[in-house]
T-cell receptor, first 112, second 109 residues
Framework: NAGVTQTPKFQVLKTGQSMTLQCAQDMNHEYMSWYRQDPGMGLRLIHYSVGAGITDQGEVPNGYNVSRSTTEDFPLRLLSAAPSQTSVYFC???????????FGPGTRLTVT | DAKTTQPPSMDCAEGRAANLPCNHSTISGNEYVYWYRQIHSQGPQYIIHGLKNNETNEMASLIITEDRKSSTLILPHATLRDTAVYYCIVDSGNTPLVFGKGTRLSVIA
């Protein structure tokens, strides 16, 4: 199993550009989520999904969209990038909410 | 509102046991205690979780007080590779975990 994969690893955007961060898992997990981590801070939940077709907002959802059309994929879309979105983004999956979460390696995004 | 309180940093000598405390005085009966760690800039790694009983696995032991208001994560023989930020999280398991700032553990040779 590859586990949780994220692409790209690094990305630089200009203010106002849009892009999609990709996340995929091959463990047939129902739960998937996106977090962001700013320098020296803990992780903050952006959006999550409890299964295909179901998504919900976390702590900091503004400026981000998600969809879950398949069990495997959970892309995160930045609609109009802002410097405040400069961060490291982690995707995670788990069999169910009470089980351990598996995290991807992260995407390091810089918005100039 | 933060559900857990952890010291911001701790040091531990290599080879000694690292005991990381966590206070969760408002924990509900259906909430689990989870521990994760994050080494440098990697994604967080699951360590252990428990509800009422003490738990042990190949990585660590989790000791939960009888009133469940606090817990301790024990790394029995800390190595330099255990230097990381350790997160204690309380959650019912109905939604994804909410991470606080954790404890930065430095293992010193």
């Amino acid at each position: 199993n590859a586990g949780v994969t994220q692409t790209p690893k690094f990305q630089v955007l200009k203010t106002g550009q849009s892009m999609t961060l990709q996340c995929a898992q091959d463990m047939n997990h129902e739960y998937m989520s996106w977090y962001r981590q700013d320098p020296g801070m803990g992780l903050r939940l952006i959006h999550y999904s409890v299964g295909a077709g179901i998504t919900d907002q976390g702590e900091v959802p503004n400026g981000y969209n998600v969809s879950r059309s398949t069990t495997e994929d959970f892309p995160l879309r930045l609609l109009s990038a802002a410097p405040s979105q400069t961060s490291v983004y982690f995707c995670a999956s788990s069999q169910a909410a009470v089980y351990e979460q598996y995290f991807g390696p992260g995407t390091r995004l810089t918005v100039t | 509102d933060a559900k857990t309180t952890q010291p911001p940093s701790m040091d531990c000598a290599e080879g000694r046991a690292a005991n990381l405390p966590c206070n969760h005085s408002t924990i509900s009966g259906n909430e689990y205690v989870y521990w994760y760690r994050q080494i440098h800039s990697q994604g967080p790694q699951y360590i252990i979780h428990g509800l009422k009983n003490n738990e042990t696995n190949e990585m660590a032991s989790l000791i939960i007080t009888e009133d469940r208001k606090s817990s301790t994560l024990i790394l029995p023989h800390a190595t330099l590779r255990d230097t990381a930020v350790y997160y204690c999280i309380v959650d019912s398991g109905n939604t994804p975990l909410v991470f606080g700032k954790g404890t930065r553990l430095s293992v010193i040779a």
